[in-house]
């Protein structure tokens, strides 16, 4: 491999206190590769090639590093798709066990593809709506950490999300622009689901993903049975 495989990948790393070895760098390299790869076949992935990839996806999985707890070991990335923020987040910190949700079975077979050939074995993949998979004694309020990193409102983001997270827990979710009007939206979610909003982060790295933000809450009573609520309920009627 060599010494200059993704630099910005690295140099952006290391300005969010991450210092990456060659072994990572390689991993994160090999995946990325291996996405751009099955997105011929799949849409997993709106980069074009690793160089797009490299910052987009990559480095901007990589901005929620210091935003987890200290001493987090559990981790659920909800809607992963392709394995973003999921994977690289599994290759840098090796210490946590990331569990990859997504409902589309062909997505999940090209994580599980992937997760097999980078040996990370730190990593689970998950086949199932969440709003079934909250629902079941192995999954719900058993995370320290939920992110997602899907397009959608924060109210349907938080009523998908909360119920995987433990109390005292956080979720975390990848935002662009200004994100007002949603965090506005957000209260009855936030009520209803055991939620407080702890900050909307400013963009972490500004010159190289610029607006893109983080928006994190703490999860301080447990989720109450109703909710989630069943399939493509939270999307059709947002708790707003």
Known sequence: MSDAALPRLRAGAE???LTLSDAQVELLRHYGERLLEHNTRINVTGAADLAELEVRHLLDSLTVVPRLPEGTTTLIDVGSGGGLPGIPLAIARPELAVTLLDSVGKKASVMEAIVRELG???VEVVTQRAELAAQTWEYRQRF????ARAVADLPVLLELTLPFVRQLG??????????????ARSRRALRSLGGEFIEAAPPPLPDLLPGHQLVVVEKIAPTKAPFPR??????RRPLV
């Open 120 to 122: 990370l074995a730190n």
């Open 15 to 17: 300005r969010l206190g």
């Open 144 to 147: 320290q950490v939920a992110v």
């Open 230 to 235: 069943r399939p493509g309920i939270p999307e």
């Open 170 to 183: 956080r979720a975390i979710y990848f935002k662009k622009g200004d994100i007002d009007a949603e965090l």
